[in-house]
């Protein structure tokens, strides 16, 4: 029996041909809507009724999301082995059985101690094993040249969540209540991450007989092909990762690329307020976000296939820091709805040109091992975006002098990518020739 025939859905219909890394696309497009796309969009909407009904502070609630991301930080050390050697099926079933129970588990709390343990103790194991860490790694692993617009195409999943979610959990509030609301979320990411998981996904391309990209992408820069193939069949132990130079500037880079995304999205709401505008005009300019960031990601995905990956990153950061800038230079609706969809355009390129550059830099083989190094640091830093913002507007009484830090910082980020070199693999797998 051949390897594509232990595949358990089809390659070929109707005579055509069918690479099934497409498959682990489109799981890991509906996992990033239940993982990344929730974690991020749902706990904003929940603030005010759960504060309202128990009597908590708002404070007290960002802790709980805060102790979350954290932890998912820790918890990726422990999943990026097991990632390289069994694959994300197990893991993305095992996370959203844990996700979903998390989510209904939070529609029940009373107390707030039982709010951190939930959301820090069994939403985080969840979001650990079904999010993007594991799926980008996951859509990485079976494809190569066409990376780009494969890890794009499954990132989008993340923007139609945020499109939608808002609107969706708001209706499920007023109707059903914030805790029954909580119990749909969970609910739903069994019924859309589990089935899938365990039907499709599979390790790599390589365990059933076939080649990354289906073996037919095209190559566009035979240079960067040459050495992209170095690189891909690397092998690195974490000491390995850690001694190169490389390792730790993407890691600086990616830190400070972190820490503006995220203070916006949870300050960019009431820097609006307190520019003038109207709820629902804050509410539309955030909603710009999500919308440029799905329809740029495509192109995010497509231009990372064809310039060097640590070109693109800098490309991006450089975007989401002018973007910054005419957020604050703006003085109308019109030019802050324009100045926000731009920075939404760098932020369509966050997650794409990431992965992409860490599988560039350290290949796909211990691609799990040596992400989950960098895992904490970005984690750290994309929490202390937001801190640093808060600080600064309980201190000064503005956003102003925060968000001109996190200019500079994108600025920082672009130099710094820019002279980053891929390092020299210590070891290769071999071929499947040379198997043989």
């Known amino acids: 029996m051949s390897g594509e025939q232990r595949l358990p859905l089809p390659t070929s219909i109707f005579g055509r041909r069918i690479f099934y890394g497409w498959y682990i696309v489109a799981v ?9 796309g929730v974690s991020a969009y749902s706990v904003g909407i929940f603030v005010t009724p759960m504060s309202d009904e128990l009597g908590w502070s708002r404070t007290a609630l960002s802790f709980g999301q805060t102790a979350s991301t954290a932890g998912m930080g820790v918890a990726g050390l422990f999943i990026g082995g097991l990632l390289d050697r069994r694959g994300g099926r197990g893991l993305m079933v095992v996370g959203a059985v844990f996700a979903g129970a998390g989510y209904i588990l939070l529609g029940q709390v009373q107390e707030l101690w039982q709010y951190y343990a939930v959301q820090a103790g069994v939403v985080t194991l969840g979001m650990a094993g079904m999010g993007a860490m594991v799926t980008n790694v996951a859509v990485s692993n079976w494809f190569v040249r066409r990376r780009g617009q494969a890890i794009a195409i499954s990132a989008m999943g993340i923007s139609v969540t945020a499109l939608v979610l808002p609107t969706v959990a708001s209706w499920m509030i007023e109707e059903w209540g914030w805790r029954a609301a909580w119990a749909g979320i969970g609910v739903a990411i069994w019924v859309v991450v589990i089935p899938p998981s365990w ?34 069949g690397a092998i690195w132990t ?47 300019a955030v909603g710009m976000i999500g919308l440029a960031g799905l329809i740029s990601k495509p192109f995010w995905g497509l231009l990372v296939e064809r310039l060097r990956s640590r070109i693109a990153a800098a490309m991006e950061f450089l975007i989401l820091g002018l973007g910054i800038g005419l957020i604050l230079a703006a003085n109308d609706l019109a030019t802050t709805y324009g100045a926000i969809f731009l920075f ?3 932020v369509g390129g966050i997650v794409t040109i990431q992965e992409v550059v860490w599988a560039d830099y350290f290949g796909r ?30 201190v000064g009484g503005g956003y102003e002098f925060a968000f001109v830090t996190f200019i500079v910082t994108y600025v920082a980020a672009a130099v710094l990518i820019l002279a980053t070199r891929e390092p020299t693999p210590p070891r290769t797998a071999p071929t499947q020739e040379g198997a043989a």
């Open 28 to 36: 890991a497009f509906f996992a990033a809507m239940m993982s990344s």
């Open 199 to 232: 039907v499709v996904m599979r390790r790599r391309p390589e365990d059933y007989g076939l080649e990354p990209d289906g073996g037919v992408a095209p190559v566009l820069d035979e240079q960067r092909e040459a050495q992209r193939q170095e690189l891909d």
């Open 238 to 284: 974490r000491r390995e990762a850690l001694r190169t130079p490389a390792l730790w500037m993407l890691i600086l880079s990616f830190g400070l690329g972190t820490m503006g995304f995220s203070a916006l999205l949870l300050h960019l709401f009431p820097y609006l307020e307190d520019s003038g505008f109207s709820r629902t005009e804050a509410a539309g």
């Open 365 to 394: 083989l211990t691609l799990g091992a040596v992400r989950s190094i960098g895992r904490p640091f970005t984690i750290v830093s994309s929490a202390g975006g937001p801190v640093f913002a808060g600080v600064v507007y309980d």
């Open 344 to 346: 939404g355009v760098g």
